[in-house]
């Protein structure tokens, strides 16, 4: 595994989690709309659940895994901020911390930093061959 690939596992999960949160509010708008039928309890056969009823398990299973993916990001953040924290070079540090951890685009980044955007592109070529000789000297574990 590269630097960047390494780097870019917590905006990766960033993304899995924000597309979980939209598939938990479509789930949740479906319970609200789904109403309960009654029916009489037949003695024989396997009783099924109500479309709410299944709505809400789906519900709570996804929230779940929302909160388990909250917490690898949570600990994979502190992770990947102690391994740019050893990087040596000041700008390449900040550069990587606000593009990897701050999640900010490269317009954000050259603002941040009072660069040219090409001279951004440069300096992250820059900081991605450190991060790598880093990888290289103290393999890291993938999450």
């Keep these: 595994m590269n630097a ?3 780097l870019s596992q917590a ?3 960033d993304q899995r989690i924000n597309c979980k949160l939209e598939q938990v509010s479509v ?6 709309k789904t109403t309960s039928v009654l029916q009489d309890d037949k003695v024989q056969g396997i009783k099924q659940r109500s479309p709410m009823e299944n709505a809400l398990v789906k519900l709570m ?3 779940e895994e929302i909160n388990a993916d909250i917490d690898r990001l949570i600990d994979l953040k502190r992770d990947l901020s102690n391994f740019i924290a050893e990087i040596e ?3 390449h540090r900040l550069l990587l911390e606000l593009r990897y951890l701050g999640g900010s685009t490269w317009e954000e980044v050259a603002a941040v930093m009072g660069y040219d955007l090409r001279w951004t592109y440069r300096l992250h070529r820059k900081a ?4 790598n000789e880093r990888l290289e000297s103290s ?3 993938c999450l």
């Design 4 to 6: 960047k690939e390494y």
């Design 11 to 13: 905006f990766n999960l």
């Design 27 to 32: 789930l949740r708008d479906l319970a609200l």
């Design 61 to 63: 299973s996804l929230e």
């Design 89 to 91: 070079s000041p700008s």
């Design 128 to 131: 991605l061959k450190e991060a």
């Design 139 to 141: 393999p890291v574990e």
